[in-house]
Nanobody, 118 residues
């Protein structure tokens, strides 16, 4: 059974930083390109960043380029998202999943809430 456990979210002031973690289980983590997604209230889920199985290919949404950094540790089956210079528009529930090209590959976990507010 594929499962994702996201953590690290919270309330942060504009300009602040957070580091999100995603522990994956139930599949061969190393075989898949993985991604972080986010969904704000009333909006569709969007892809934030994705990383190839060994990290050689990384892509970011234009809105987060230069501020967010995606990484992964295949030994720990864990993916990370370092978020700096956070803006109120970054507020959303952040979730991880396999990068299916047009959405996640498996069912979604609970995600972790990020709120950027003064």
């Amino acid at each position: 059974q594929v499962q994702f456990a996201e953590s690290g979210g919270g309330l942060v002031q504009p300009g602040g930083s957070l580091r999100l973690s995603c522990v994956a289980s139930g599949f061969s983590f190393t075989y898949f390109r993985m991604a972080w997604y986010r969904q704000a209230p009333g909006k569709e889920r969007e892809l934030v960043a994705s990383i190839s199985n060994f990290g050689g290919s990384i892509k970011y949404a234009d809105s987060v380029k230069g501020r967010f950094t995606i990484s992964r540790d295949n030994i720990k089956n864990t993916m990370y998202l370092e978020m700096n210079s956070l803006k109120p528009e970054d507020s959303a529930v952040y979730s991880c999943n396999g990068d299916g090209g047009n959405g996640g590959l498996w069912s979604w976990g609970q995600g972790t809430q990020v709120t950027v507010s003064s």
